[in-house]
């Protein structure tokens, strides 16, 4: 097995290179607005979740970050141990409140690196048209690493449907928004959360479509 830092390296060119080809064969190419709320410091990122676009080519935008994933995913030969190996974080959904407090203890020893983690509120891919579904494991990080919480809105779901084979051509935009400060109660952190992925969201969405 690679060392990790080779590994991460390789895993950056993959994915990049899978982007190239997604623009080569498919005519998607992609925009990153808002790259500064992400810079030179450890945060924790809640993005919305249309698309395996973004599971993809977060490993490229973003430098070497932590990604909590679903346990069931760790299963699949050769890609588990690397995302392990990688220091991605598996958790079991269905195990409710010990998968959230062993998820809390293994983010919390990530505390002393700059790499980003990376979080789905709503737990899994949603399609552009489905109503929102936010789970509270983002407050639970969020509360107890005490770091900003920079919300992510992308359109990625109108050109890279979820199961669907057939891709459609145009421009994925990706949008960092300004951070969230720690310090917020439950229920304020999470509407704020929820209402800036939403608007900001939908306000791509509906740019996908004019400019199409």
């Known amino acids: 097995m690679l060392p990790q830092r080779i590994g991460l390296k390789l895993l950056k060119i993959w994915a990049k290179s899978s982007q190239d080809i997604l623009l080569y064969i498919c005519k998607i190419d992609f ?12 945060v924790l990122i809640a993005s919305k979740h249309q698309s395996t676009w973004e599971t993809i080519n977060y490993l490229h935008i973003l430098e070497d970050p932590i990604m909590i994933l679903k346990k069931e995913l760790i299963l699949i030969p050769f890609f588990g141990l690397y995302a392990l190996k990688f220091g991605n974080i598996a958790i079991k959904r269905s195990s409710g409140s010990k998968a959230l407090k062993e ?3 293994k983010t919390k ?3 002393n690196n700059k790499r980003p983690i990376i979080i789905f509120p ?4 949603q399609k552009p048209s489905n ?7 983002v407050f639970a990080l969020y509360k107890n690493l005490n770091i900003p919480c920079v919300p992510v809105a992308l359109n990625s779901g109108v050109y890279w449907p979820k199961n669907k084979l057939k891709k459609i051509p145009g421009r994925i935009i990706i949008e960092f928004l300004d951070p969230i400060d720690p310090g917020l109660s439950s229920s304020i952190f999470m509407s704020e959360l929820e209402n800036r992925i939403e608007n900001a969201t939908n ?3 509906t740019e996908s479509k004019t400019s199409d």
């Open 203 to 205: 306000k791509l969405i």
């Open 103 to 105: 998820l809390i203890q």
């Open 109 to 111: 020893k990530t505390k």
């Open 131 to 137: 109503p929102k579904d936010y789970k509270r494991g």
């Open 31 to 42: 925009e990153v607005r808002g790259a500064k709320n992400i810079a030179n410091h450890k």
């Open 122 to 125: 709503e737990g899994t891919r």
